[in-house]
């Protein structure tokens, strides 16, 4: 049965499009559609409903060292108030799945993992319970809000009772607005500069979302649906499970894995540490941006020529709309351009000119390091040869 979130009929009488996705009934987009969406989050800001994620609270004075037995980063390096991106490996370094890890007091810990790999995740962490900690999942009684974008700050500071989070991505606090306890933490699957991410009771979140939808209509805060976020989160190189990740492929073939992986001869030992130690010295392939040069189109699956030879295949790619820069904010043209990030071979690296292959159409395109950089409140696309109409 599909499930849904407590602002389904919030979506549905907004325009919402909904979908089935990972087992839930959520909106891919508004009436003004997805590259409309993209844009107004990158100029002013994003509301997005997250619920459909899994949220697992970890408590109890053995809480730390058994995430330190299981998880690829390092909980020792939290402190309460702080976050981590880490994953959950297996003995052979390949990703059941990758999450974020909150410590929101002394051994209080939150663990959000993605939707479609909930009921998996949950078994494998509580069939490794150990003595001294308590997992409940409270994906269907704790809410989770994000807030993404340049007028985020602004937004939530006129509608939070308590001051925000210290600046600096993976600050946390706990807040109240308008009575409603919630948990925020800057933190967010947009590459945003300014992102927000809520966590409250299911049953206050309609009530939070009308206040956040309300008053950051003024400010250019649009409600964002599934598509654009996959937009998002692709045009900021970060991973998508089922895409950059997967069941049977190494993990630190993701470059950004390493972000949640530590592997300090102090960190000690957990699961898929010596895997991951062989990963770390040699991999055959590895997973890189990729931007087209020319109009056209790519999509996952596309083979990635080097000279006529094919050296892997893009795993997440589309074309995704960004604004012109005026000075030091986002002016008023836009322009699409395709990108995505494609499995190639390890000696393909910045800088390589490619070949991507579409529908029997090729397409010239390079490998980079990044399609964005942060330009102070904004992200800023970064342009290649001048940038495509």
């Given amino acids: 049965?599909?499930?849904?979130?407590?602002?389904?009929?919030?979506?549905?009488?907004?325009?919402?499009?909904?979908?089935?996705?990972?087992?839930?009934?959520?909106?891919?987009?508004y009436g003004?559609?997805?590259?409309?969406?993209?844009?107004?989050?990158?100029?002013?800001?994003?509301?997005?409903?997250?619920?459909?994620?899994?949220?697992?609270?970890?408590?109890?004075?053995?809480?730390?060292?058994?995430?330190?037995?299981?998880?690829?980063?390092?909980?020792?390096?939290l402190i309460?108030?702080?976050?981590?991106?880490?994953?959950?490996?297996?003995?052979?370094?390949?990703?059941?799945?990758?999450?974020?890890?909150?410590?929101?007091?002394?051994?209080?810990?939150?663990?959000?993992?993605?939707?479609a790999n909930r009921d998996q995740d949950r078994r494998w962490l509580q069939e490794r319970l150990g003595e001294g900690v308590e997992f409940v999942d409270h994906s269907l009684?704790?809410?989770?809000?994000?807030?993404?974008?340049?007028?985020?700050?602004?937004?939530?500071?006129?509608?939070?009772?308590e001051p925000l989070p210290p600046a600096g991505?993976?600050?946390?606090?706990?807040?109240?607005?308008g009575g409603v306890e919630m948990y925020v933490s800057r933190t967010g699957y947009t590459g945003e500069p300014l992102s927000f991410e809520l966590f409250l009771p299911w049953e206050a979140a309609g009530t939070v979302w009308e206040r956040l939808a309300t008053?950051?209509?003024?400010?250019?805060?649009v409600p964002v649906g599934l598509g654009a976020r996959d937009t998002l989160r692709?045009?900021?190189?970060?991973?998508?499970?089922?895409?950059?990740?997967?069941?049977d492929r190494p993990i630190l073939e993701m470059p950004t894995a390493r972000l949640g992986v530590d592997l300090k001869p102090g960190r000690g030992e957990f699961l898929g540490r010596a895997a991951l130690e062989t990963q770390a010295a040699s991999l055959s392939k590895r997973v890189r941006a990729v931007v087209a040069l020319s109009k056209?189109?790519?999509?996952?699956?596309?083979?990635?020529?080097?000279?006529?030879?094919?050296?892997?295949?893009?795993?997440?790619?589309?074309?995704?709309?960004?604004?012109?820069?005026?000075?030091?904010?986002?002016?008023?043209?836009?322009?699409?351009?395709?990108?995505?990030?494609a499995l190639l071979d390890s000696e393909v690296g910045e800088g390589q000119e490619v070949e991507i292959v579409y529908r029997k159409l090729t397409l010239p395109g390079r490998v980079v390091n990044a399609f964005t950089r942060p330009n102070g409140r904004y992200l800023e696309p970064i342009q290649f040869d001048g940038g495509i109409k």
Avoid at 9 to 18: M, N, P
Avoid at 169 to 177: K, L, P, T
């Fill in 1 to 29: 049965m599909t499930a849904k979130t407590p602002l389904h009929d919030w979506h549905a009488a907004h325009g919402g499009k909904l979908v089935d996705f990972a087992g839930w009934r959520l909106p891919v987009s």
């Fill in 32 to 77: 003004d559609g997805v590259i409309a969406e993209h844009l107004a989050t990158r100029k002013h800001g994003g509301l997005f409903d997250i619920s459909h994620m899994g949220r697992f609270a970890v408590t109890g004075p053995q809480a730390q060292a058994w995430l330190a037995s299981l998880l690829t980063n390092d909980p020792a390096k």
């Fill in 80 to 115: 309460p108030g702080k976050a981590q991106y880490t994953l959950i490996s297996n003995q052979w370094g390949q990703p059941l799945d990758d999450a974020y890890l909150y410590q929101q007091a002394p051994e209080r810990y939150l663990l959000v993992v993605n939707a």
């Fill in 141 to 161: 009684r704790l809410a989770m809000l994000a807030v993404q974008g340049p007028e985020s700050e602004t937004l939530l500071g006129e509608l939070l009772d």
């Fill in 169 to 177: 991505r993976n600050h946390g606090a706990f807040n109240r607005m």
């Fill in 215 to 221: 008053q950051g209509a003024p400010l250019g805060v």
């Fill in 234 to 247: 692709l045009e900021a190189a970060l991973p998508l499970y089922g895409h950059e990740y997967g069941p």
């Fill in 296 to 341: 056209g189109m790519m999509r996952e699956g596309s083979p990635v020529l080097v000279g006529g030879r094919e050296v892997g295949a893009m795993t997440s790619a589309t074309t995704v709309p960004a604004w012109r820069f005026a000075g030091e904010a986002p002016g008023d043209e836009s322009y699409v351009r395709p990108l995505g990030l």
